[in-house]
């Protein structure tokens, strides 16, 4: 089965701070991203990234940057954390292969908390 | 906005009845997927519909796509306590980028 690891279950942040959120999966995928959810909102794409060193801006970049130096780590940085990054953060995978879209890969998420 | 809205936002019903929830859509579609999230965890992949095919089924899932009324819905049959989670669905656009869309969700509790 494939996996989808996050760093973090839960991370207690200050305001100002450097934040790392780090991704893993184990089965070559070429497609990975980030989504937050918040209550009522469902989920929201921040970024995804379709090949090693390639993104694409989601629907809610603002205040995060991404990066992908292998194929199999995908990490989201919130650069100057602010509270209302307060979050549950999931980390998705999916194959590209044959150019059509497939189910996304999750991971347990991580509920950050920017104090 | 979402591109994906499910319907109803939250549904309680008894061990053993039936469930429905309705997802509605804005755009074109290759395809259209379900998902559910156990609380405060990542979400699981259920079922996966494409746009040239109706209905699918899966275990005790059943799903129904009508891309006129840009619409879908995701029947649970003879639901057990452990069906207790939030469903999501998902569309992706047809410019053909793997941007996934979810909606807001509809939290299901069976009750025992």
């Known amino acids: 089965d494939v996996k989808v690891t996050q760093s973090s279950r839960y991370l207690v942040k200050r305001t100002g701070e450097k934040v790392f959120l780090e991704c893993v999966q184990d089965?070559?995928?070429?497609?990975m991203f980030w989504y937050r959810q918040d209550p009522g909102l469902g989920l929201r794409l921040i970024y995804f990234?379709?090949?090693?060193?390639?993104?694409e801006k989601g629907d809610i970049p603002e205040g995060y940057s991404v990066s992908r130096e292998k194929k199999e780590r995908f990490s989201l940085i919130l650069e100057s954390a602010s509270t209302n990054q307060t979050s549950m953060y999931l980390c998705?995978?999916?194959?590209?292969?044959?150019?059509?879209?497939?189910?996304?890969?999750f991971g347990s998420g991580t509920q950050l908390s920017v104090l | 906005s979402q591109q994906g809205e499910e319907d109803p936002q939250a549904l309680s019903i008894q061990e053993g009845e039936n469930a429905t929830m309705n997802c509605s859509y804005k755009?074109?579609?290759?395809?259209l997927q379900w998902y559910r999230q156990n609380s405060g965890r990542g979400l699981v992949h259920l079922i996966l519909?494409?746009?040239?095919?109706r209905e699918k089924h899966s275990g005790r899932l059943r799903v129904t796509l009508d891309t006129s009324k840009k619409s879908s819905s995701l029947l649970i049959t003879a639901s057990r306590a452990a069906d207790t989670a939030s469903y999501f669905c998902?569309?992706?656009?047809?410019?053909?980028?793997?941007?996934?869309?979810f909606g807001t969700g509809t939290r299901l509790k069976v009750l025992a």
């Open positions: 755009t074109s579609i290759n395809n």
């Open positions: 990234s379709y090949d090693v060193k390639m993104k």
């Open positions: 998705a995978s999916s194959s590209a292969k044959g150019g059509r879209s497939e189910k996304l890969f």
């Open positions: 519909i494409r746009s040239n095919e």
């Open positions: 089965m070559d995928h070429e497609n």
């Open positions: 998902a569309t992706d656009r047809d410019s053909g980028t793997y941007k996934y869309i």
